[in-house]
């Protein structure tokens, strides 16, 4: 709505700006001997009235809007803070306590296997995950042995086979909880979690499971 409102407001203050450069020029050139006549002058100020109410309800529009989105916010913060949500995302923190996450596996599937990377892409980690369980925790492993990971960001690949074919690799769904509500420059909503990671609403949703 800020969008439409702000063109909106931008056209008709061009307007009223050209309405002024005219009038203002037709008051200046007109002859002294044949002035404008006057019925046609207060035609004109009612025009210049009107369209200086117009920037004004749109300005006033603008500020409404604004606080509807700081209301819509606020909406949002109760409806969302500390609610447990699953995180459509493939990187993961880790920092000494184990990650928690979700996937769907379909039953065409037959194996599947997550693959942990660290930021430089090399595997630390792969394990079969059985399919009946849903929820899975990666609690630091690495093929080292005993060795736990560093505190870092991991990627969490999930990869299904089929046959021993692979079908297609995904991402885990991270649970976590929401800690704040925000909103990046263009108003889009951000939820704040528990994961440290903040995203868009459209990658979250709500886990009661």
Not at 46 to 73: K, P
Not at 78 to 107: K, M, N
Not at 164 to 191: F, K
Request: aromatic residues 6%; hydrophobic residues 35%.
């Amino acid at each position: 709505m800020s969008d439409v409102s702000g063109a909106t407001t931008q056209t008709i203050g061009s307007e009223f700006n050209a309405f002024i450069k005219l009038l203002t020029a037709q008051i200046r050139n007109q002859d002294p001997l044949s002035p404008m006549d006057s019925t046609q002058f207060v035609d004109q100020l009612a025009t210049f009235s009107t369209l200086e109410q117009q920037v004004a309800s749109n300005t006033h529009l603008e500020s409404i809007a604004g606080m509807i989105g700081g209301l819509h916010s606020s909406i949002l913060a109760g409806q969302w803070l500390g609610e447990t949500v699953a995180v459509d995302t493939s990187w993961a923190p880790y920092a000494g306590e184990g990650v928690d996450f979700v996937v769907d596996i379909p039953e065409s599937t037959d194996e599947t296997v997550l693959k942990v990377r660290d930021s430089n892409g090399n595997e630390i980690w792969s394990k079969t995950l059985a399919p009946e369980a849903g929820r899975y925790t990666w609690n630091g492993e690495t093929s080292t042995g005993d060795q736990l990971a560093e505190d870092g960001v991991y990627q969490l690949e999930i990869q299904m086979y089929k046959d021993g074919e692979l079908q297609r690799t995904t991402s885990p769904r991270l649970i976590g909880t929401v800690t704040g509500v925000t909103a990046d420059e263009n108003g889009t909503m951000l939820l704040e979690t528990s994961l440290n990671l903040t995203t868009e609403m459209a990658n979250v949703e709500k886990y009661n499971r």
